[in-house]
């Protein structure tokens, strides 16, 4: 049984918004009786863009991650409804029946990936239910996927086999707790939310002058190991991306022609940029 | 190439002929200071610079400000007590030597005027830049018109009218020094919004 799942990108990512826009333009004001009621014109959206800022000025890295109900396979909203008030569907989809769940409040805290939106006017818990209504009449793909510029989200209805396959071939990722849920909403280059880098810049001479050392050999040591390495590039600026926050005491290593060897000691908690590295002479 | 020589040039015939001795923009280009630079005496009041790039969420004026959901994108405008606000981008350095929070709202002004926007850290505005978009499509001063604070946020307001150079066309202002600092008057109801006052933004 082929069951949808959508894929989102972080690196193709602008924040551009368009996704979250073409959710609310499809359900304010409209309804599509059986699948949603009206969404609110104001707050909440239920497709979310929030940009993810890391590091300080210079080295700063800005992310976006898009978030909405999650589709997960072993869903907690759909523990706590009443009357049968949450469907999982055959195609993978989880609705929230606009007509079964009206008063059930306690949808909201149930999702742990605050996917659920309570419409005070309605009386009703509501989430993004993939454009359910569109897709059983014959769209290929949402309107969050058909509105997004830079290819960052793609739709995927596909066997869980192939989409297994997919996910450890492209090295997707869930957002916790997805796991343990078995969401159907998959990650890409993640770590651009989930973890921190070290950054810094080399400062040499270069004929009386100050000048950026490039091509220096950077290597990142949690102990004795080697956790990560590359060269520095023109501007003298090397970067560690992928490491863990709060992850304790990591030394730099720098090796470069011409230069002195240098080594910077430094404790890891938050995104990190180190400065401008003066190297001596050798 | 439609030069006189027909090639790209460095010394401008056109610009010779028209005018030779234009210290604005002499016939070879060469660095001038604007008089929105830091290296003025309106500096020491005005020590942060301004841009103000086309919005990214609104078409020029058109969409914001219609109570549409485009008021909703966090970036665009932020919702504080049933108002929303243009929002303006500074560095959290600049930020706590003000003593301004996230979120918080502030006026950033010149001698031309005051605009009261929502303030947003982060550090893609270097220190000392401010970044808030031109052309929003209110403008709603708190008193006179011309004479009190704006709370629509029309950043236009505060960059300087006077062209690049005199003899031509072209705007300058795309930098202006500025000077931001906490607000904390109080505004009225917002009429052009069905937004519930205490509705919180979602982060
Ligand atoms: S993300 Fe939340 S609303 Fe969606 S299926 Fe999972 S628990 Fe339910
Ligand atoms: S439409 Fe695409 S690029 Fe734009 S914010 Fe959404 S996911 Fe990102």
Redesign the interface.
Known sequence: MKKWNLVFDLELCTGCQSCAMAVKDEYVGNEFPGYAATMPLHGAGWVQIHAHERGRFPAVDLAYIFQCCQHCDDAPCMKVARNGAVKKRSDGIVMIDPALAKGQKELVDACPFHAVHWNEELSLPQAWNFDAHLLDAGWSAPRPVQSCPTGALRALKVEDDEMRRIASEERLQRLEPGEKHRTRVHYKNLYRFTSVFVAGTLVGRDQGLEACVRGAEVRLMRGSTAVGSGASDAYGDFRFDGLPPESGAYRVEIAAKGYRGKNVELELTNSHWLGEIRLDAA | MQTPSGKFEFDCETLKRFAPDDEERPPILKYRRTNESLGTERAERLPLQMITPHP??SFHTQNDAK?????????HRL?IDGRYYWVLRI??EDAQARGIREASLVRVFTERGSVICAVRL??????GVVHGYASCAVYEPLGEPGKSPDLGGALNVLTPPEPQFVRGNAMGNSNCLVEVEAWTGTAPADAR????PA?PV??
């Open positions: 990214r969420y109570d549409g959901f485009i008021n909703d994108i966090e970036d919702l560095n959290p982060t550090h893609c505005a270097r220190p919004t069905t937004a519930a509705q979602a982060h």
